[in-house]
Antibody
Framework: QVQLVESGGGVVQPGRSLRLSCGAS????????MHWVRQAPGKGLEWVAV????????YYADFVKGRFTLSRDNAKKTHYLQMDSLRPEDTALYYC??????????????WGQGTMVIVSS | HSALTQPASVSGSPGQSITISCTGT?????????VSWYQQHPGKAPKLIIC???NRPSGVSDRFSGSKSGNTASLTISGLQAEDEADYYC???????????FGTGTKVTV
């Protein structure tokens, strides 16, 4: 079935880096843009970033610009969120999500289970 | 880019109808019909319940409906049931440098 599985979360000190992965199965990964959404403990959802189906276009929320970088490996059906210069306020459960349709702007109908990132000294 | 504004909490009795508002600006809610709504139960990933303002994905109960007027989108839950108790979030595409913006979230109590 259609599935997304995140990994790579953990505890990291402020200023350090972490790379999250999101593996996909059950659909044509190469056709879809992929998103990251995060949720701090007890807080609301925040959109983080999106990478286009071919990896050529990437957009980021203002609060991660210059610190987070998206990439994807279509052969491995996996995309990545490289997080540098981490701050305590980046502590959150990070979800990857897939839009309903392969092209254009659309809602996210497939979500992973999330991977937790804790930034603390 | 500031989050879209939702009421922190809304409550209702079983069988009643409730409406959750999601207020933005001309740059997001008012400018595009790309508003969607998500339901999130504790410890679970969000679930899409409304897309493109008023479209229900397959499998979503017809008790959920969406609408928009100006810069405010709304989610209505009719025939409220105990299982509807959850957090609800709106999200809109935006013309700003941040492509998408979520609402602040609403806790629904039945």
């Amino acid at each position: 079935q259609v599935q997304l599985v995140e990994s790579g979360g953990g505890v990291v000190q402020p200023g350090r880096s972490l790379r999250l992965s999101c593996g996909a199965s059950g659909f044509t990964f190469t056709s879809y843009a992929m998103h990251w959404v995060r949720q701090a403990p007890g807080k609301g959802l925040e959109w983080v970033a999106v990478i286009s189906y071919d990896g050529n276009n990437k957009y980021y929320a203002d609060f991660v610009k210059g610190r987070f970088t998206l990439s994807r490996d279509n052969a491995k059906k996996t995309h990545y969120l490289q997080m540098d210069s981490l701050r305590p306020e980046d502590t959150a459960l990070y979800y990857c999500a897939r839009p309903r349709v392969a092209a254009g702007i659309d809602a996210f109908d497939v979500w992973g289970q999330g991977t937790m990132v804790i930034v603390s000294s | 880019h500031s989050a879209l504004t939702q009421p922190a909490s809304v409550s209702g009795s079983p069988g009643q109808s409730i409406t959750i508002s999601c207020t933005g600006t001309n740059s997001d809610v008012g400018g595009y019909n790309y508003v969607s709504w998500y339901q999130q139960h504790p410890g679970k990933a969000p679930k899409l319940i409304i897309c493109e303002v008023n479209n229900r994905p397959s499998g979503v109960s017809d008790r959920f409906s969406g609408s928009k007027s100006g810069n405010t989108a709304s989610l209505t839950i009719s025939g409220l049931q105990a299982e509807d108790e959850a957090d609800y979030y709106c999200i809109s595409y935006t013309s700003t440098t941040t492509l998408y913006v979520f609402g602040t979230g609403t806790k629904v109590t039945v």
